[in-house]
């Protein structure tokens, strides 16, 4: 269909059923207005006559698992209602334009940009170049197009803008030019590879593969080319909770080599074990080996080591958790997780300005709110700046939202809900 007759189905309420499965009753006419404003975008960029398609990447959350996927560790992750969503249409060369909401117009020769380029590291363009040739290199069909995006995964906010959009451009290749072939899954490590050698940014592959699968999903990548991802049915709403995430808004700026030391250092105290992650060696075998590794790669690559161990079996008990519906279990691994994030990892705030610590903040003020009505509270994803996670009794959202906002901003404290998919075709 052309973007007129999305327009009417939209308009009819033919989209409403799709839509309403993946944001909720509630929030059908936010996202109808929303999507229409995407059509209407597209085609004042891109024309009204081409046939297009509607596609939709969700944010993630990372419930349990802080800083083990890069060192083919556990995570448990969460795909949200927070989404990036595209209208695109295939073209007859081999550019590709992105023009996405609030940015200037992306235009990449994907025949020409074929390898990582210094200058490009950091820039939205080298992630599709990264995408399409990920595409190429696993044997799969790409192509050139036009796109309009527009996200609700505000950048900085730490659900993971960067991986949704990276896994949309592979969305729109697989739709478009694979007939939807190509496995989420595969997506995924598609889309850390762009970001680790095209994007110039070491990370694991646990936002992507969030981002990508959906719902609530356990992860163990001790063989990172083909991780095992087991599903978990629970539904934190009919418990009664909400997921809230705080965003601090603190300053990104120079915070890449915080990012970067933090698995560096993990495979540094690896690397002196003889081995090429942590998920190789034994926790007692690093602990009968610390007087030699303080020498070798100093204290703080040794506590941050420590934490991953005891973070895979946060992991584990949070899975069996939430299998046996014990949310009070669940909730208890939690906080240990932020404990352990804030004392071991040491990811809630930069050494380069210790004057700004809106985590540490945050995470002081969820504790002495929600510490007598069985929530919890932990840093969210990368740390250094950015959010914080909090499970919080529905009856008490107002009142948490109130605190954080007056604190942070209006709009700083986001309620969220856990949606069944990630990346998908609309229609």
């Known amino acids: 269909m052309n973007t007129s007759k999305l327009i009417d189905l939209l308009q009819g309420g033919g989209m409403d059923v799709r839509l309403a499965a993946l944001y909720g009753?509630?929030?059908?006419?936010?996202?109808?207005?929303?999507?229409?404003?995407?059509?209407?975008?597209?085609?004042?960029?891109?024309?009204?006559?081409?046939?297009?398609?509607?596609?939709?990447?969700s944010g993630r959350s990372e419930l349990l698992g802080n800083h083990t996927d890069h060192n083919h560790g556990c995570v448990i992750a969460a795909s949200i209602d927070l989404d990036i969503i595209a209208v695109a249409a295939a073209?007859?060369?081999?550019?590709?334009?992105?023009?996405?909401?609030?940015?200037?117009?992306?235009?990449?020769?994907?025949?020409?940009?074929?390898?990582?380029r210094e200058a490009h590291f950091s820039k939205s363009d080298a992630l599709i170049a990264g995408m399409c040739r990920g595409f190429r290199n696993?044997?799969?069909?790409?192509?050139?197009?036009?796109?309009?995006?527009?996200?609700?995964?505000?950048?900085?906010?730490?659900?993971?803008s960067s991986a949704a959009f990276e896994v949309m451009i592979g969305n729109i290749q697989n739709h478009l030019y694979n007939n939807g072939s190509v496995d989420n899954r595969e997506i995924a490590t598609i889309a850390q590879y762009a970001e680790n050698v095209f994007f110039g940014k070491p990370c694991g592959l646990m936002d992507q593969m969030a981002c990508a699968v959906g719902g609530i999903i356990a992860i163990?990548?001790?063989?990172?080319?083909?991780?095992?991802?087991e599903k978990i049915t629970f539904d934190l709403a009919k418990n009664g909770y909400a997921?809230?995430?705080?965003?601090?808004?603190?300053?990104?700026?120079?915070?890449?080599?915080d990012y970067a030391a933090v698995p560096a250092e993990m495979k540094a105290v690896a690397?002196?074990?003889?081995?090429?992650?942590?998920?190789?060696?034994?926790?007692?075998?690093?602990?009968?080996?610390?007087?030699?590794?303080?020498?070798?790669?100093?204290?703080?690559?040794?506590?941050?080591?420590?934490?991953?161990?005891g973070e895979n079996r946060r992991v584990a008990t949070g899975k069996k958790a939430l299998a046996q519906k014990d949310i009070d279990l669940f909730f208890e691994t939690v906080r240990d997780s932020g404990r352990s994030s804030f004392c071991y990892l040491q990811n809630v705030y930069t050494t380069k300005n210790v004057s700004e610590q809106g985590l540490s903040l945050a995470l002081c003020l969820a504790e002495r709110f929600l510490q007598d009505k069985k929530g919890a509270w932990r840093v969210h994803g990368g740390g250094f700046a950015g959010t914080v996670q909090a499970f919080v009794p529905e009856n008490h959202t107002e009142g948490f939202a109130t605190i954080m906002d007056n604190l942070f901003g209006k709009g700083a404290c986001m309620t969220l809900t856990i949606r069944p998919e990630g990346a998908i075709a609309v229609i």
């Not at 163990?220 to 991802?229: G, K, M, Q, S, Y």
């Open 25 to 57: 009753e509630k929030a059908l006419p936010h996202q109808r207005e929303r999507y229409q404003k995407a059509l209407t975008a597209f085609e004042n960029l891109y024309g009204k006559a081409r046939d297009v398609r509607v596609f939709s990447v």
């Open 91 to 116: 073209t007859n060369d081999t550019v590709v334009h992105v023009t996405s909401e609030g940015y200037p117009e992306d235009v990449v020769d994907i025949s020409d940009f074929t390898a990582p």
């Open 138 to 160: 696993n044997g799969h069909r790409v192509g050139g197009f036009v796109a309009y995006t527009t996200s609700s995964v505000l950048k900085g906010s730490g659900l993971s």
């Open 220 to 229: 163990d990548f001790a063989n990172a080319e083909h991780p095992v991802i």
């Open 243 to 257: 997921l809230a995430i705080v965003n601090t808004g603190g300053n990104h700026a120079d915070l890449t080599p």
């Open 271 to 309: 690397t002196a074990m003889g081995k090429s992650a942590l998920s190789e060696v034994s926790e007692q075998a690093v602990i009968a080996a610390i007087p030699k590794l303080r020498e070798m790669v100093g204290d703080r690559a040794i506590l941050r080591a420590l934490h991953f161990f």
